[in-house]
């Protein structure tokens, strides 16, 4: 069983940054794609950024330039480092984990982020 747990979500005011980290406990962590969501009150959940197990990225074109997703394999852990951050970048931000062995894709329980204009 893989557990995520993420941080690092809050306020601020828009031209601002924030980092949001992922934590995953298990031992897939190094050979399991992961990345980011998010969803916003009233629309669909949508992908902000994905990296492979060699560290190849992905990004939404709406945060391509503004964001940044890393990973830490000593911490087993995935960042989003955000800046220049929008008002339309308000919304949940949740951590996702694609199981490499075909049991599916895990989910971490969302962190919120809110930008003020």
């Known amino acids: 069983q893989v557990q995520l747990v993420e941080s690092g979500g809050g306020l601020v005011q828009a031209g601002g940054s924030l980092r949001l980290s992922c934590a995953a406990s298990g031992s897939i962590f190094s050979i399991a794609a992961m990345g980011w969501y998010r969803q916003a009150p009233g629309k669909e959940r949508e992908l902000v950024a994905g990296i492979s197990s060699g560290g190849s990225t992905n990004y939404a074109a709406s945060v391509k330039g503004r964001f940044t997703i890393s990973r830490d394999a000593d911490k087993n852990t995935v960042y989003l480092q955000m800046s220049s951050l929008k008002p339309e970048d308000t919304a949940v931000y949740y951590c996702?984990?694609?199981?490499?062995?075909?049991?599916?894709?895990?989910w971490g329980q969302g962190t919120q982020v809110t930008v003020s204009s």
């Open positions: 996702y984990l694609n199981d490499p062995r075909g049991s599916g894709r895990y």
